[in-house]
């Protein structure tokens, strides 16, 4: 019986499917860690609709330094969190 199971495809899938609900279960603090992380993140419509009407207006020319460094830093900030 053991040679004919060992030998049938759908036992391996069924091996997998366990292994991917190891990984699941595994994962569950990451995935509730990275959910309220979201959550908590700031929305930004207000401060985008803020520049837009600028952009819109022409009171917000910034250079290409100044957008390359706000770039950056916010990618530093990002990552620091």
């Known amino acids: 019986m053991k040679k004919i199971l060992n030998k049938d495809p759908i036992v391996g899938q069924?091996?997998?499917i366990g292994k991917d609900l190891e990984r699941v279960e595994a994962d569950k603090?990451?995935?509730?860690r990275v959910t309220k992380d979201v959550e908590n993140m700031p929305d930004r419509e207000e401060m985008v609709?803020?520049?837009?009407?600028?952009?819109?207006?022409?009171?917000y020319n910034p250079t290409g330094d100044e957008i390359a460094d706000a770039m950056i830093r916010r990618n530093i900030a990002d990552h620091v969190r």
């Open 49 to 59: 609709a803020e520049l837009k009407a600028k952009v819109e207006s022409g009171e």
């Open 29 to 32: 603090p990451l995935i509730k």
């Open 14 to 16: 069924i091996v997998e």
